[in-house]
């Protein structure tokens, strides 16, 4: 208790020095939080789109193996081909764009996917607001592109010259750097004035099995790729990790060496201060590992202070992020949280380990100096 209680009261000696400490290392385990929470939004927005629209096969191009960073092109007679293999009981097209919708800012690109209404096979995950298409002058928006733009159900807006009615908002179609959008396959084609589709969502008859399927597809179609749903997925968060999550690694590994530097230096200088006090105790006989554990504990402290203010600070932020930018999706979870706590734990014995090397040049005669 003593201990705890010496520890606490160095720390307090310089409060001004101390509040800037436990803020700036405050401000790096936020960083940390919102990086892995913004991961969370990025993977969940763009897979949800995959996850959702479940299939039994995904026909694609040959060597495209997703849809978040593959070019995929197939023609009528590859829909024609699919859908007359034996097995197949739907073949249903979907479309993939890049378009641009006409504002007052110069114009907003979506990533427009065009979907046949009947089957609903490719269409959006949920609708928040309004309902789905119905004809080829329509269109259903992101909700945070929507938020974005000032877009509401009811209202119309231009893509490529073309006037479509908003009719519903969609959930789960932000992949942060884009958003998706939805229309017609007619309409889609339309834009490219080409009767093309990305990809092909196709579901197996009762009675056959999907790998026969998928086997003789690919002995029909030799410019193909077919997947089931479960490899599909994995081939997208797959290529989402190779993209982002490098970005995100390389920023959160600054955060912990800034975190680390901050805590040492803050230590190390406390130790310097206190040189006479710690050469009394050696004079004393307090053993290594009594002056050791003193550093650690005031590391420790130190640690969850800041951690403390991270998650006052952390969680307002992210309402104002969504309220200053609405396609930024940030979802923070209880797992992320307590992984950054373990890991500001890790780093506040690492500092202390560090600190504590000038312990040995404190001398016992220093105590009478």
């Not at 231009?158 to 006037?163: A, H, K, Y």
């Not at 003193?294 to 969850?304: G, K, N, R, T």
């Not at 979870?333 to 560090?354: D, H, K, P, Y």
Request: net charge neutral; glycine share 8%.
């Amino acid at each position: 208790m003593i201990m705890e209680i010496y520890s606490i009261r160095t720390l307090k000696c310089q409060p001004l020095r101390l509040c800037l400490s436990v803020c700036g290392l405050g401000l790096c385990i936020v960083l940390m939080l919102f990086l892995l929470a913004t991961y969370s939004g990025v993977k969940n927005g763009s897979m949800e789109y995959v996850n959702m629209n479940r299939t039994d096969l995904w026909v694609l191009q040959k060597n495209a193996t997703n849809i978040l960073r593959c070019t995929s092109v197939l023609f009528p007679q590859h829909g024609g081909a699919i859908k007359n293999t034996p097995g197949v009981h739907t073949a249903s097209p979907v479309l993939l764009i890049l378009a641009t919708i006409d504002n007052d800012n110069g114009g907003a690109t979506v990533y427009l996917a065009g979907y046949d209404p009947a089957t609903g096979k490719g269409g959006p995950p949920a609708i928040a607001e309004g309902r789905l298409i119905e004809s080829d002058h329509e269109i259903i928006l992101d909700r945070s592109f929507a938020r974005k733009y000032g877009y509401r159900v009811g209202g119309s807006l231009t893509v490529q010259g073309d006037t479509l009615d908003i009719v519903g908002i969609s959930t789960g179609t932000n992949a942060f750097v884009i958003q998706y959008a939805f229309v017609t396959i007619k309409k889609a084609q339309s834009l490219v004035n080409f009767p093309v589709a990305t990809f092909y969502m196709t579901d197996v008859a009762e009675g056959h099995d999907k790998s026969e399927v998928a086997s003789t597809l690919k002995q029909a179609l030799p410019s193909v790729e077919v997947y089931d749903h479960e490899t599909f997925v994995e081939n997208n968060v797959r290529e989402l990790q190779v993209g982002f999550l490098p970005f995100i690694y390389s920023i959160a590994s600054i955060g912990v060496i800034v975190l680390v530097v901050i805590l040492s230096l803050l230590l190390s200088i406390n130790i310097l201060e206190r040189r006479k006090d710690f050469a009394i105790m050696k004079t004393m006989g307090s053993p290594g590992r009594f002056l050791c554990r003193l550093i650690v504990e005031q590391s420790l402290l130190l640690a969850a202070a800041a951690t403390a203010v991270a998650l006052i600070l952390f969680f307002p932020l992210v309402e104002l992020v969504a309220m200053v930018s609405p396609d930024v999706t940030v979802e923070p979870s209880l797992n992320q949280t307590a992984a950054v706590i373990i890991m500001v734990g890790v780093v506040g014995l690492l500092s202390a380990f560090i600190s504590m090397q000038r312990l040995r040049n404190i001398y016992p005669l220093e105590a009478f100096s």
